[in-house]
């Protein structure tokens, strides 16, 4: 009997025009949902086949009606198993926080894919659960196949900006992600991070979030006497 064959669409919300939401200490949702969509694709490409929307900084077409169409279009090109687009949340109220995970009205399998994400993420990302949620979302609408939109984080909220810049959370994201998509499609995953334990801030993210940095960073970067000052100066001790 041949082996089943999975086609996976991971769609980066956002780009080129659209920077998507932007947070307090400025950082860009379409920058962050690429970078998770990336290595997200790592983890699950070793399972299936996974095409990514767009691979850089720029939006499939000229106005947002149009791009999500495109979006969507991606899947149904390649007949995709299912869809999934990755975004970051955002809220006039700062204090808002946590994960969710959309799917189209009406749709069941949508429905499932979005709950076996969710109930990865938010153990993984140590953040809390806001369930999943129907919503009418175009991106969605279009699209044929089982799809559903992460919402990983609140970009809005300055605790979980700062982790939506980490190496560390972006890769626990992504890994939750990648599988929960494996659970829906029954895709067995071969490279598999040691994510035992449930996400906590560590002193690395308390002096990011503290020092209100808003660049990518790893625990591996090296420190320089001026990133220092800069860092002392941001907390106020110089």
Not at 2 to 20: C, N, S, W, Y
Not at 184 to 193: E, K, V
Not at 194 to 201: A, F, T
Request: glycine residues 6%; contains cysteine; neutral net charge.
């Amino acid at each position: 009997m041949p082996v089943q064959k999975f086609i996976i669409v991971l769609d980066p919300g956002h780009g080129g025009f659209d920077p998507g939401a932007i947070g307090p200490n400025g950082t860009n949702e379409s920058r962050v949902a690429l970078s998770i969509a990336k290595k997200t694709k790592l983890y699950l490409s070793s399972a299936v086949e996974v095409y990514l929307t767009r691979t850089e900084d720029k939006a499939l077409t000229r106005n947002s009606a149009a791009d999500q169409i495109a979006r969507a279009a991606v899947s149904e090109s390649i007949n995709a198993t299912c869809f999934v687009s990755i975004h970051c949340n955002s809220s006039k109220e700062e204090e808002q926080h946590g994960v969710e995970t959309y799917y189209y009205k009406g749709s069941e399998r949508g429905k499932q894919l979005a709950a076996n994400i969710n109930n990865k993420l938010s153990p993984a990302v140590g953040l809390l659960n806001r369930g999943i949620k129907e919503a009418d979302l175009a991106v969605l609408r279009y699209t044929k196949c089982p799809s559903a939109q992460v919402e990983v984080a609140f970009i809005s909220n300055p605790r979980e900006e700062a982790l939506l810049n980490t190496d560390d959370f972006q890769d626990r994201a992504a890994w939750a992600i990648a599988s929960g998509i494996a659970s829906f499609t029954g895709a067995n995953l071969q490279r598999i991070p040691d994510l035992e334990n449930s996400y906590r801030e560590t002193p690395l993210i308390k002096l990011l979030r503290k020092a209100k940095f808003t660049e990518p960073c790893k625990k591996s970067d090296p420190v320089t006497i001026e990133i220092l000052a800069d860092i002392l100066d941001r907390l106020g001790i110089l």
